[in-house]
T-cell receptor, first 114, second 110 residues
Framework: NAGVMQNPRHLVRRRGQEARLRCSPMKGHSHVYWYRQLPEEGLKFMVYLQKENIIDESGMPKERFSAEFPKEGPSILRIQQVVRGDSAAYFC????????????FGQGTRLTVV | QQQVKQSPQSLIVQKGGISIINCAYENTAFDYFPWYQQFPGKGPALLIAIRPDVSEKKEGRFTISFNKSAKQFSLHIMDSQPGDSATYFCAASMLNDMRFGAGTRLTVKP
């Protein structure tokens, strides 16, 4: 009964490269949420997806960031042309229903831009 | 606009003492209030949660107190242990939205 799986755990990218972060929700969960956490700070909502649909992307920067949750496979958070300010821990969470039920987090992907 | 305000930012408690973390929310549409515990380098783990139809929920040493009229809720950790040292986040959730507090770094001294 695996939990939310994120990979890679650590990712190093040079400025200008693309970063792809993957999240496989818990079995039976069809709702995925992405959060960003800067060192010593709280969790900031980025985007909420259901299978093949973006429900709320109000927390995601309009440029360079995109997210998808295809019918098959993991959810992907893509950051194009990364900059140093993108360095952070990115967490995804999944829930069976909408957010006002239990949501479980993955271990996160720590992105470092050099 | 910060929708969930959490305090204190950091807390030091002696072993065996009571740790109390407070949160206040603004949007009365929130209807689910979870607390998460996060250890360094790990993802947040769901600790305990409450819905606004009850005023208190207890699970082991952890208790949530909820005051709907004041739009406040708090986490009480009884008999705090060094292993409880972590960052705690409160959250307020409704359909399609979950907002987190800024977190409280708890240190329990032996």
């Amino acid at each position: 009964n695996a939990g939310v799986m994120q990979n890679p755990r650590h990712l190093v990218r040079r400025r200008g490269q693309e970063a792809r972060l993957r999240c496989s929700p818990m079995k039976g969960h069809s709702h995925v949420y992405w959060y960003r956490q800067l060192p010593e700070e709280g969790l900031k909502f980025m985007v909420y997806l259901q299978k093949e649909n973006i429900i709320d992307e109000s927390g995601m920067p309009k440029e360079r960031f995109s997210a998808e949750f295809p019918k098959e496979g993991p959810s992907i958070l893509r950051i194009q042309q990364v900059v140093r300010g993108d360095s952070a821990a990115y967490f995804c969470a999944s829930s069976r229903d909408s957010l006002n039920t239990e949501a479980f987090f993955g271990q996160g992907t720590r992105l470092t831009v050099v | 606009q910060q929708q969930v305000k959490q305090s204190p930012q950091s807390l030091i408690v002696q072993k065996g003492g009571i740790s109390i973390i407070n949160c206040a929310y603004e949007n009365t549409a929130f209807d689910y209030f979870p607390w998460y515990q996060q250890f360094p380098g790990k993802g947040p783990a769901l600790l305990i949660a409450i819905r606004p139809d009850v005023s208190e929920k207890k699970e082991g040493r952890f208790t949530i107190s909820f005051n709907k009229s004041a739009k406040q809720f708090s986490l009480h950790i009884m008999d705090s242990q060094p292993g409880d040292s972590a960052t705690y986040f409160c959250a307020a959730s409704m359909l399609n939205d979950m907002r987190f507090g800024a977190g409280t770094r708890l240190t329990v001294k032996p």
